[in-house]
């Protein structure tokens, strides 16, 4: 059995005349945490739009344990356990914690055993099921999101920018909560950040986009900050 979970091999796409994406290849492999990082513009967000069927693929493959996934659509990839927490807040502002997590169950799995999976990240939820979500800070609302991806209880997560414009302490409790479910549960994950110091201490390995490819790709290790640094500084 190859360790290989989702592969993306020379993937194109992009947006009216205009291809962001430029034969990407990227294979997030089982259980690890991934870093994928960039300057902005250079396609991360498209790359993650592309793979979650939200944009139409122009080139290449992309590909889940081995079957090919394009142009499948986000509510059949969520079915197949792919979680995705975009950058645009997506939560229903106007509407509960409690309710805004009820929306994102899956199948038939009932919202008490998914609140279990909240509660152990995030146990400040769980204590305001009636606030509007509209009402929480930026922060809070980010682990509602992350929360609500997470307890779909995904095979592989896709993070858009969890980390952006949030405190310090708040980052350290993503990166707590991403690390545990990677232990607890063996998710993959891949997260697009801009921000290096939780990138590198959440992940086990890192890339770098540039004009929508993949530039150079490493295991996080005591190099890998000024390695990172000069991609995004060039
Ligand atoms: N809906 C769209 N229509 C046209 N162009 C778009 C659209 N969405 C993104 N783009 C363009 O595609 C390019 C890549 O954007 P993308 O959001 O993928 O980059 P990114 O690397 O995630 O950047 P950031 O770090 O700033 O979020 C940018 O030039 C952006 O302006």
């Known amino acids: ?5 989702l592969v993306i091999e020379a993937l194109t796409s992009g947006y009216g005349e205009t291809d962001i994406l430029q034969g990407a290849t990227l294979t ?35 590909s889940l344990d081995g079957v090919p996934i394009n142009g499948k659509p986000p509510a059949w990839l969520l079915a197949q356990g792919v979680g995705y927490a975009p950058q645009e807040l997506p939560l229903f502002q106007d509407l509960s914690i409690r309710d805004n997590l009820r929306l994102a169950l899956r199948g038939d799995r009932d ?45 592989i997560l896709l993070i858009d920018e969890i980390s952006e414009g949030i405190q310090p302490s708040v980052v350290q409790r993503i990166e707590t909560a991403l690390k545990a479910e990677r232990e607890q549960r063996g998710v993959s994950i891949l997260v ?43």
């Open 111 to 155: 919202l008490a055993t998914a609140l279990k999976i909240v509660e152990r990240n995030f146990p400040f939820l769980l204590e305001r099921l009636d606030q509007l979500a509209g009402t929480l800070s930026g922060g809070e609302q980010k682990m509602l999101i992350l929360s609500r991806a997470l307890m779909t209880e995904p095979d």
């Open 1 to 5: 059995m190859t360790d290989d979970r």
């Open 28 to 62: 997030l492999r089982r259980g690890e945490i991934l870093a994928l990082m960039g300057r902005n513009g250079m396609g991360k967000t498209t790359l993650l739009k592309t793979v979650m069927g939200l944009i139409p693929t122009r080139g290449g493959r992309v």
């Open 192 to 234: 697009v950040e801009q921000n290096l110091g939780f990138a590198l201490g959440v992940a086990d390995r890192w890339a770098v986009m540039k004009l929508g490819q993949i530039v150079d790709e490493g295991a996080c290790d005591a190099a890998s900050r000024e390695t990172v640094l000069k991609h995004l500084s060039i």
